[in-house]
């Protein structure tokens, strides 16, 4: 699985729009792009992912860019409930092959909103 | 409410003890993963199941064992043998039929070796 990058920390006011960027220059052409957030003492909750279009639900959206080599995940209006570690992860879609669906969680990015 | 459960929340241990945690998933999913955190850091695959009576050892599998009798349940026993059990312990799981690798994750269980 390819490697991420992600800032360690990052603020956003409430109500304002957190943009959260992870790096993944090593990313092959069968790796998706996936984001789960971690709430202090809870399970990792997932997201949103994408292969190479970008991607909207109602939680987030998902920008990619053209050569997919780095992503953005935004939370268009956060709130103090949206403060949790934020996870990028990189990595083929189904759960074939040697590693079985195993996602690899780097140390991802602190997010804290404040009022 | 569908989702998975895993008991207790917080479990204390005394040192040369086993431990079972417990997990437990009404998703109807097949395959299901045992994670560990550590403070300030990622999660670790310690086991993996893809199927009833069928498990695959995850990359922190030493000291640890798990069972899969059931599609709804796959608890895991922490040996005395693991040198280093405190820590957060994470169950997830994942429907066979997915195309894409969204796992559902447990509220988990503190395990603390006093």
């Known amino acids: 699985d390819a490697k991420t990058t992600q800032p360690p920390s990052m603020d956003c006011a409430e109500g304002r729009a957190a943009n959260l960027p992870c790096n993944h220059s090593?990313?092959?052409?069968?790796?998706?792009v996936y984001w789960y957030r971690q709430i202090h003492s809870q399970g990792p909750q997932y997201i949103i992912h994408g292969l190479k279009n970008n991607e909207t639900n109602e939680m987030a959206s998902l920008i990619i860019t053209e050569d997919r080599k780095s992503s953005t995940l935004i939370l268009p209006h956060a709130t103090l409930r949206d403060t949790a570690v934020y996870y990028c992860i990189v990595r083929v879609s189904n759960a074939g092959g040697t590693s079985y669906g195993k996602l690899t969680f780097g140390q991802g990015t602190i997010l804290t909103v404040h009022p | 409410d569908g989702g998975i459960t895993q008991s207790p929340k917080y479990l204390f241990r005394k040192e040369g003890q086993n431990v079972t945690l417990s997990c437990e998933q009404n998703?109807?999913?097949?395959?299901m993963y045992w994670y560990r955190q550590d403070p300030g850091q990622g999660l670790r695959l310690i086991y993996y199941?893809?199927?009833?009576?069928?498990?695959q050892k995850g990359d922190i599998a030493e000291g640890y064992s798990v069972s899969r009798e059931k599609k709804e349940s796959f608890p895991l026993t922490v040996t005395s043998a693991q040198k280093n059990p405190t820590a957060f312990y994470l169950c997830?799981?994942?429907?066979?039929?997915?195309?894409?690798?969204?796992?559902?994750f447990g509220p988990g269980t503190r395990l603390t070796v006093l």
């Open positions: 199941s893809q199927i009833v009576n069928d498990f």
């Open positions: 998703l109807n999913h097949d395959a």
């Open positions: 997830a799981s994942r429907s066979g039929l997915a195309n894409y690798n969204e796992q559902f």
């Open positions: 090593t990313i092959s052409g069968n790796e998706y």
